[in-house]
């Protein structure tokens, strides 16, 4: 690029107005699939002990260890579900790669909100929770059910 004559902060601001004019151009130029967002799309996943008032784990709430027989609730949130869709999820002990539990529940198109009771009884181990929206299973989650510590509740 050509160094202009004029020197100072005017010309660098005119530069960086020239440099950012032709990346702006560049972003317009690019296929529209690129950018958009994937349809079915689980986010928001959240493993936890309680729920808040909308009936959901909220942050605040989430684990990813819990006591024998404490209750395990599983929230996510799903963006442009397409008619017709089923939200799967699964946990899965990780040694034995046994499914121990699971639900199916169809899903109203756009956004939703879902929340799964997993329940207490599930044994001391370790667990992967899994979901899937009419396609491959997000990536696993990973938890822990362990004997309660003496002299905790």
Not at 74 to 91: E, G, T, Y
Not at 108 to 124: C, K, Q, W, Y
Request: net charge positive.
């Amino acid at each position: 690029m050509a160094r202009s004559k004029i020197s100072g902060i005017p010309a660098l601001l005119a530069e960086l107005l020239l440099v950012g004019s032709a990346l702006a151009s560049l972003a317009s130029c690019a296929e529209a699939k690129a950018v958009a967002v994937a349809p079915n799309f689980i986010d928001h996943v959240w493993l936890g002990f309680a729920l808040n008032l909308e009936g959901r784990v909220s942050p605040g709430c989430a684990a990813s260890t819990f006591s024998l027989r404490d209750p395990i609730h599983l929230s996510m949130q799903v963006n442009d579900a397409s008619a017709d869709s089923v939200l799967r999820v699964s946990v899965r002990d990780v040694v034995s790669h046994r499914i121990v539990w699971s639900e199916a529940r169809p899903v109203t198109p756009g956004r939703s909100s879902h929340t799964f009771a997993i329940g207490r009884e599930l044994a001391v181990g370790r667990y992967s929770v899994e979901s899937s929206l009419g396609g491959p299973a997000t990536s696993p989650r990973s938890f822990e059910v362990h004997e309660r510590l003496r002299g905790v509740r």
